[in-house]
């Protein structure tokens, strides 16, 4: 396990990329337990049990449906597990550094600062996605982040779409 964290450490540091882990069905499986462990860490500290869970369910299948549709349009499906468990396992190893940034913000501590710190984390995770996509389609890295900018941005507005709660409105 410690060099697929390696691995993940150094896709989230533009060394490698999704074709570098192995293609496995049991890798994605425990990327994914990996990932849903993080997201109600993440969720919990603000949401309730039941809209964690949900927003958990619905972050996969977006997530999932989104790689597999562009991985489709692009021949290239054979890509499927390794990309995806790269998606997850960066995505947790982002999110897992960026839990005590979290943690202040709902509690209020922290500030200005801690602002642009999780600034900083959220554009490091759209060009993680980006490096992967591009790495997983041979694409541009403009394209690939634009695809990866669409995949945050449509994902967010599903999100606050199906639980507005996320947003903040009432």
Not at 15 to 25: E, H, M, N, R, W
Not at 32 to 42: K, P
Not at 75 to 101: E, H, N
Request: aromatic residues 16%.
């Amino acid at each position: 396990m410690y060099d697929i964290i390696k691995i993940l450490f150094d896709i989230c540091l533009f060394k490698k990329g999704p074709q570098d882990l192995p293609y496995s069905v049991w890798l994605l499986r425990i990327l994914l337990v990996i990932y849903v462990s993080i997201r109600i860490l993440m969720l919990s500290i603000h949401f309730d049990w039941l809209n964690v869970l949900l927003q958990v369910i619905v972050e996969i299948f977006l997530v999932a449906g989104f790689i597999w549709i562009i991985l489709y349009l692009a021949r290239k499906l054979g890509r499927f597990y390794q990309v995806l468990s790269a998606v997850l396992g960066t995505d947790a190893l982002i999110s897992f550094f960026a839990l005590p940034a979290i943690a202040s913000m709902e509690t209020g501590q922290g500030g200005l600062l801690v602002f642009l710190v999780m600034l900083g984390v959220i554009g490091w995770y759209w060009a993680v996605t980006g490096h992967i996509f591009r790495n997983a389609l041979e694409q541009s890295l403009i394209f690939s982040l634009g695809l990866a900018f669409l995949y945050l941005l449509g994902s967010y507005q599903v999100i606050a779409l199906l639980f507005p709660e996320v947003t903040g409105v009432k």
